[in-house]
């Protein structure tokens, strides 16, 4: 079982990179995503898709927490 939902992980990484004046593209290029990184963040903030801990490390500096 997981520490924490998809979507309240979503809607933090949403609300923080908003703060941050971010897009999605931005974000998921910080977090070193490839081709389609806002796609990525979008399905991130979806709460359709958990990112890896690679991935989850790399936002969370994106975004500076």
């Given at each position: 079982?997981?520490?924490?939902?998809?979507?309240?992980?979503?809607?933090?990484?949403?609300?923080?990179?908003?703060a941050?004046?971010?897009?999605?593209?931005?974000?998921?290029s910080?977090?070193?995503?490839?081709?389609?990184?806002?796609?990525?963040?979008?399905?991130?903030?979806?709460?359709?898709?958990?990112?890896?801990?690679?991935?989850l490390?790399?936002?969370?500096?994106?975004?500076?927490?």
């Open positions: 079982m997981s520490d924490y939902s998809n979507k309240a992980l979503g809607q933090i990484v949403r609300e923080r990179r908003e941050k004046n971010l897009t999605q593209a931005e974000l998921g910080g977090a070193r995503y490839g081709k389609g990184a806002d796609v990525s963040i979008s399905r991130i903030e979806a709460g359709t898709v958990r990112p890896g801990t690679e991935k490390a790399g936002i969370a500096n994106t975004l500076g927490l």
